[in-house]
């Protein structure tokens, strides 16, 4: 029997729709779906052989069908697949939706009789789509004029600058728990076990050459008496790790090699150690620091 759709198109526009969907919202990286994952690549073939398989079944219940129809029943099934689609109901009832001509034999009867050089006025109706969209417009101007205008809703510029402060809002909250977002002016000193526990494992790895593994100063500086070359406190020493000491003699700076979060673990653990008065220190360098309480960091917990 006739299908609207050929069998040539259907199958491979439906396999096409599907492959694009997987393509779509399987996240391959640079590499096709079906490629990188062997799963999707059976799932295509087994979905591509159902596709036939079904459309194989279809043609043979048509065959059968069409067998068991009595003579009469197959002339009519003739005519009406000799129709072509502009003579079919469902487009002529679909074509009556969107325009409402009248046929060229029924001219007489709304004609406006106008005549301009032999030229014809008709008095035909607006397209019937033109209507409709025109009534959806009324009913959008009144939606809008009572909720704008009457109810005082937000409009666009007012609902983006609160989704704009809301978002700003958002991030903030977020650098206060995303560690690696700290900088110099926003880290505080950590005073958690657990915290310089990790501080102390960066510091055996990375600083020990130069500073000894009690901080006593070896081609660095003493970090446990509170002389300072650059500066104590948290904000300083965390922006010396970061950024290195002075040019030319100074630490490296640490900013490529170690996160944030790192940086101020180590230099927590350091400045724990301020006090613990190693054997065979290395003399004080630098000025003395003292933190008073309007420099001080309030301490993380």
Same mark, same amino acid.
């Given at each position: 029997?006739?299908?609207?759709?050929? $069998?040539? $198109?259907?199958?491979?526009?439906?396999?096409?729709?599907?492959?694009?969907?997987?393509?779509?919202?399987?996240?391959? =990286?640079?590499?096709?779906?079906?490629?990188?994952?062997?799963?999707?690549?059976?799932?295509?073939? $087994?979905?591509?052989?159902?596709?036939?398989?079904?459309?194989?079944?279809?043609?043979?219940?048509?065959?059968?069908?069409?067998?068991?129809?009595?003579?009469?029943?197959?002339?009519?099934?003739?005519?009406?697949?000799?129709?072509?689609?502009?003579?079919?109901?469902?487009?002529?009832?679909?074509?009556?939706?969107?325009?409402?001509?009248?046929?060229?034999?029924?001219?007489?009867?709304?004609?406006?009789?106008?005549?301009?050089?032999?030229?014809?006025?008709? &008095?035909?109706?607006?397209?019937? %789509?033109?209507?409709?969209?025109?009534?959806?417009?009324?009913?959008?101007?009144?939606?809008?004029?009572?909720?704008?205008?009457?109810?005082?809703?937000?409009?666009?510029?007012?609902?983006?600058?609160?989704?704009?402060?809301?978002?700003?809002?958002?991030?903030?909250?977020?650098?206060?728990?995303?560690?690696?977002?700290?900088?110099?002016?926003? $880290?505080?000193?950590?005073?958690?076990?657990?915290?310089?526990?990790? =501080?102390?494992?960066?510091?055996?790895?990375?600083?020990?050459?130069?500073?000894?593994?009690?901080?006593?100063?070896?081609? =660095?500086?003493?970090?446990? &008496?509170?002389?300072?070359?650059?500066?104590?406190?948290?904000?300083?020493?965390?922006?010396?790790?970061?950024?290195?000491?002075?040019?030319?003699?100074?630490?490296?700076? %640490?900013?490529?090699?170690?996160?944030?979060?790192?940086?101020?673990?180590?230099?927590?653990?350091?400045?724990?150690?301020?006090?613990?008065?190693?054997?065979?220190?290395?003399?004080?360098?630098?000025?003395? %620091?003292?933190?008073?309480?309007?420099?001080?960091?309030?301490?993380?917990?």
């Amino acid at each position: 029997m006739k299908k609207l759709i050929p $069998v040539y $198109v259907r199958v491979p526009v439906i396999f096409a729709l599907v492959f694009a969907a997987l393509e779509y919202f399987i996240d391959s =990286g640079d590499r096709p779906a079906f490629i990188k994952y062997p799963l999707v690549s059976l799932f295509l073939a $087994v979905f591509l052989f159902i596709q036939i398989a079904i459309e194989i079944v279809i043609m043979a219940i048509d065959r059968v069908t069409y067998n068991l129809l009595t003579d009469e029943q197959k002339a009519k099934l003739a005519e009406v697949e000799e129709l072509g689609i502009a003579d079919s109901a469902w487009f002529k009832k679909l074509k009556g939706y969107f325009v409402k001509t009248r046929p060229v034999a029924e001219e007489g009867e709304i004609t406006l009789h106008h005549n301009y050089d032999g030229i014809q006025e008709l &008095d035909n109706v607006l397209p019937p %789509w033109w209507v409709k969209l025109f009534y959806l417009t009324i009913i959008f101007g009144l939606v809008y004029l009572v909720r704008f205008h009457i109810m005082g809703d937000k409009n666009q510029k007012q609902e983006f600058e609160q989704e704009m402060a809301d978002a700003k809002l958002a991030v903030e909250e977020y650098k206060k728990t995303a560690k690696d977002l700290i900088d110099e002016k926003t $880290v505080t000193l950590l005073t958690d076990p657990a915290d310089l526990a990790k =501080g102390k494992e960066v510091f055996t790895a990375n600083c020990i050459p130069c500073h000894r593994a009690d901080a006593g100063g070896a081609i =660095g500086p003493n970090l446990t &008496d509170q002389y300072w070359l650059l500066g104590g406190g948290i904000k300083n020493v965390f922006h010396t790790i970061t950024n290195g000491g002075r040019d030319g003699k100074g630490m490296v700076a %640490w900013k490529g090699t170690l996160k944030p979060s790192e940086i101020q673990a180590v230099a927590s653990y350091v400045l724990s150690l301020q006090g613990t008065n190693p054997k065979d220190a290395k003399e004080p360098q630098g000025d003395l %620091w003292k933190e008073d309480a309007a420099t001080a960091a309030t301490p993380a917990k």
